[in-house]
């Protein structure tokens, strides 16, 4: 009877996909007993306390219920940092980093210390991936959800890079003052239609609606976005922002209209128009 609470039995028997299983597992073993995730395998024989098995069978019947792993791990990787997640903030997705990259190649580009802006920043991921990736860059982020802004404070205190940092609450440009101005501008607003039926699927049904769509066509925040860029960009200045798979040439439009130059579209990895950039020309 004992064996049935080892964790190769636990493992096998759970009706999980087997690498969601291993991946909720390894959190409880690193949780309740400081193991690493190598245990699975090298100790799959070890049977787990009452305690360990309640955090066990929870997290299980949860992630059955179509609860995101992040939310249950509390944390997700992003472009080299680790961040902190709650049902507060959007899961930061790895197309995102896409966004960074591009911040990252502008930076070095301009090899000086370099001012970013990061709209929308939730928990933090775009804003704290460029501090932690780029010493010389200092960095302000604006978020206007008061939670999303206490999880991403705490992020930048887990980082250690406070002092790099500036959070600020505000919707998009209204929490700057009006001669703010800044080398980059970063940007992954909801750009989901409140028609799309995504919203009532998969990990999309826990997050927050607010940070998913614009409760309209998609394009209210992308386009308030980048009609404010110039204002806020220093002469050749860069904007760079993430949009839906079939919002390219919406965005790109968007950016002709609003005066921007050097417009350029950016893949994805698998393929799909995912960043439109563009510069403030007009200086």
């Given at each position: 009877?004992?064996?049935?609470?080892?964790?190769?039995?636990?493992?096998?028997?759970?009706?999980?996909?087997?690498?969601?299983?291993?991946?909720?597992?390894?959190?409880?073993?690193?949780?309740?007993?400081?193991?690493?995730?190598?245990?699975?395998?090298?100790?799959?024989?070890?049977?787990?306390?009452?305690?360990?098995?309640?955090?066990?069978?929870?997290?299980?019947?949860?992630?059955?219920?179509?609860?995101?792993?992040?939310?249950?791990?509390?944390?997700?990787?992003?472009?080299?940092?680790?961040?902190?997640?709650?049902?507060?903030?959007?899961?930061?997705?790895?197309?995102?980093?896409?966004?960074?990259?591009?911040?990252?190649?502008?930076?070095?580009?301009?090899?000086?210390?370099?001012?970013?802006?990061?709209?929308?920043?939730?928990?933090?991921?775009?804003?704290?991936?460029?501090?932690?990736?780029?010493?010389?860059?200092?960095?302000?982020?604006?978020?206007?959800?008061?939670?999303?802004?206490?999880?991403?404070?705490?992020?930048?205190?887990?980082?250690?890079?406070?002092t790099r940092v500036q959070l600020m609450q505000g919707s998009w440009y209204g929490a700057l003052s009006n001669d703010a101005r800044f080398d980059i501008i970063l940007s992954n607003p909801p750009y989901i239609s409140n028609l799309d039926p995504h919203l009532s699927q998969g990990d999309l049904r826990f997050e927050p609606i607010s940070a998913l769509t614009d409760h309209a066509s998609g394009l209210t925040c992308l386009e308030a976005i980048i009609n404010g860029a110039k204002d806020h960009l220093n002469p050749n200045g860069l904007i760079a922002v993430e949009h839906g798979f079939d919002q390219s040439d919406a965005v790109v439009d968007l950016m002709k209209s609003a005066g921007l130059s050097d417009i350029q579209t950016h893949l994805d990895l698998a393929g799909h128009h995912r960043v439109a950039s563009g510069r403030n020309s007009g200086g």
């Open positions: 009877m004992s064996h049935d609470l080892s964790l190769r039995s636990l493992l096998s028997s759970s009706l999980l996909p087997a690498s969601e299983a291993r991946v909720l597992m390894a959190h409880v073993l690193e949780k309740h007993y400081q193991l690493p995730r190598s245990a699975l395998l090298s100790r799959d024989e070890m049977e787990l306390s009452s305690e360990a098995i309640l955090q066990w069978q929870a997290l299980q019947s949860k992630r059955l219920t179509g609860e995101p792993i992040a939310y249950l791990l509390g944390k997700k990787g992003f472009h080299n940092i680790e961040l902190f997640v709650a049902p507060g903030v959007l899961i930061p997705r790895p197309e995102t980093e896409l966004l960074v990259d591009i911040g990252l190649q502008e930076i070095e580009r301009l090899h000086r210390p370099t001012t970013v802006l990061d709209l929308g920043t939730g928990s933090g991921a775009i804003a704290l991936a460029i501090a932690n990736a780029a010493p010389d860059a200092l960095v302000s982020a604006t978020e206007q959800s008061s939670e999303a802004l206490g999880i991403a404070k705490k992020n930048t205190q887990l980082l250690k890079l406070e």
